[in-house]
């Protein structure tokens, strides 16, 4: 068959459009950013600031379902286009030990960190409502630091300890394995031009190994929540306020039975409450689902 140059071309230029279009988007988050529009750099803080900006990018571009980010930290955001509603997960490892009472009910149990005792009760019950545990079932994936960044941000964050630590890495960062980082530029300092492109060279990765839940541990996770979400983008349970799945109408949010409205006000000092201690109890405001998902491990776990 005689090839069509013009059919071609056309077929060229719609491809060239949807595979570049998430390089704009990229491009127009990082003029936001640079613009002083996430005062936490894209931190959990940020997330309903993140959720308005990306709100438009999904009306801007319905051709994408979803849109999201999700960082080094564990932190997740974005949005499902089709039925409105927003996807959060807080910063942080899940695969954190979890005691048992003596009945081995989940729901007795705590977190052996006290400081994991506000996730591992953050899930919910889907169909009906009402806080249930976050424990991870056998087989499920969670990352671990093999070296910790300091908890400031006074602390070196690079292995080779040049560079300070900023708010989202928990993990120190270590040359990755390719052949352009394990290069040694110190080799290199008679010659100023090669060992300045042999630095620029070096790429570095979070310092995290992934591991699986055994049949013998009792192990819980953070949870990526489902919300629903008001016009704007942003999490929402307001009465009257809520944009309905699957439609632009305004309503109320639900559970999947379809009558029980949610309302959670869990309180706690979550990494969205700003840090430092600081306490608030709209994290899961309009949470209805949970699920154990790490965008690090790239691998949702069905509870």
Request: with cysteine.
């Amino acid at each position: 068959a005689e090839f069509n140059f013009e059919v071609g071309q056309r077929i060229h230029e719609r491809v060239s459009s949807y595979m570049g279009t998430p390089t704009v988007l990229l491009l127009q988050l990082q003029r936001y950013r640079d613009n002083g529009a996430f005062p936490s750099d894209l931190g959990a803080s940020d997330r309903n600031a993140f959720f308005r900006l990306n709100d438009a990018f999904m009306e801007t571009y319905p051709q994408f379902s979803n849109i999201y980010y999700g960082l080094e930290n564990g932190a997740f955001a974005g949005h499902g286009g089709f039925s409105k509603i927003a996807n959060y997960r807080e910063p942080g490892h899940s695969g954190y030990e979890i005691v048992m009472e003596d009945d081995g009910d989940a729901a007795s149990g705590r977190a052996k960190d006290e400081s994991m005792e506000k996730h591992y009760g953050a899930c919910v019950n889907s169909t009906v409502g009402g806080e249930i545990p976050c424990l991870m079932n056998t087989g499920g994936k969670y990352t671990q630091c093999t070296a910790m960044a300091p908890s400031s941000s006074t602390g070196p964050l690079f292995e080779d300890g040049e560079e300070e630590a900023p708010p989202l890495f928990d993990c120190l960062l270590e040359k990755c394995t390719d052949e352009a980082s394990q290069r040694d530029c110190d080799a290199l300092t008679n010659n100023e031009t090669e060992h300045s492109e042999c630095l620029a060279n070096i790429k570095w990765c979070s310092s995290y190994i992934i591991k699986e839940a055994f049949d013998n541990e009792t192990l819980g996770f953070i949870n990526r929540g489902t919300h629903c979400i008001d016009r704007t983008g942003v999490p929402s349970q307001t009465l009257g306020e809520v944009v309905q799945k699957d439609s632009v109408k305004l309503g109320n949010c639900y559970y999947k039975d379809g009558s029980t409205l949610v309302h959670r006000d869990r309180v706690g000092d979550f990494a969205y409450c700003g840090g430092n201690g600081k306490i608030c109890n709209d994290t899961f405001v309009g949470a209805y689902e949970s699920f154990d998902y790490d965008p690090r491990v790239r691998e949702e776990m069905k509870m």
